[in-house]
């Protein structure tokens, strides 16, 4: 596996591959099996696979959550390369990716006001301005990005459509742990004790789909209460909103899906499932 830390290198070395197709895999690090499934998809869909490491620091809406964010290089590196990954795209300091770039602000037509775009102010348009850096740097043909930042995966969708129409966006299925936990970076910062509490996360959303309840206001009341049973989390919010337009619906359909975030100690952790 080659690995670049700078974008000048990075991009040397793709003028030599013309003409073969590439896949991108963008991270933030502290890569886990779910990460390694999007590189595995990559892989089997175009020429060359470029997984980035980039902690990026505009994303972060708060200081402390940026400097609490696992940083493990080399063990990334360990599994990139067994995972057969051709390209690591590690760049050392915000500058090597933003130097020349003015920053822009994306409208995303509302898909941004609910959820994590009302409770994380600026996380999206910082997220949005390193993915269209990323996208400029790279010049993907495919970009893999994970279903359980969903929310996250609409504006990518977005922005590309309008930016970088020739390139196409995979989704990718949630990975989970035996016990229905959504594969996170963030897993790895809860203790033992808080690991098993955030597993009731994934089991309230999966009894929640169960009662076929219809009405979105009654499932919403029903999931805030068994919630409220756990001791050690802390809701931030349970919505149950369309899939494609993410706005808050009365009523459960096909396209209904929940969403959810949640504190677990100090640690802020988010999942969806369909309907
Ligand atoms: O999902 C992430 O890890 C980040 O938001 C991304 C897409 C790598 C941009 O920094």
New binding site residues.
């Given amino acids: 596996m080659f690995t670049f830390t700078t974008t000048a290198a990075l991009q040397k070395h793709l003028q030599a591959q013309q003409g073969k197709t590439i896949g991108f895999v ?3 690090g502290a890569l886990h099996v779910g990460h390694i499934s999007l590189i595995e998809q990559s892989l089997a869909n175009t020429d060359i696979t470029i997984c ?1 490491i ?1 902690v ?1 620091p505009t ?1 972060f809406n708060n200081a402390a959550d940026f400097d609490k964010y696992p940083r493990t290089i080399s063990d990334d590196r360990t599994m990139l390369e067994k995972a057969g990954c051709h390209i690591l795209y590690a760049p050392e300091t915000p500058d090597e990716v933003y130097r020349g770039y003015a920053t822009q602000s994306f409208d995303f037509d509302g898909l941004d006001s609910s959820m994590e775009g009302y409770f994380r102010p600026g996380h999206f348009q910082g ?1 949005a301005n ?2 269209y850096r ?1 996208f400029a740097i790279v010049n993907p043909d495919k970009a893999f ?2 279903e359980k ?1 969903y929310q ?1 995966l609409a504006l ?1 969708r977005t922005m590309a459509a309008t930016h970088f129409p020739a390139l196409e966006v995979v989704p990718c299925n949630t990975l989970r742990e035996a016990d229905g936990l959504a594969m996170s ?1 963030r897993n790895r910062r809860l203790s033992e004790e808080e690991r098993a509490i955030a597993s009731h996360i994934p089991r309230i959303l999966k009894e929640a789909m169960q009662l076929e309840i219809t009405d979105a206001k009654q499932l919403k009341f029903w999931v805030e209460a068994e919630f409220a049973k756990v001791e050690g989390i802390r809701l931030e919010y349970f919505e149950i909103a369309d899939s494609n337009t993410l706005q808050v619906i009365d009523s459960v359909g096909k396209n209904s899906r929940m969403f959810i975030a949640a504190y677990v100690g100090d640690v802020r952790l988010i999942d969806n499932m369909g309907l």
């Fill in positions: 963008p991270t933030m980035s980039f990026n994303q997220m390193v993915v990323l990005f994970g930042d996250q990518v970076s």
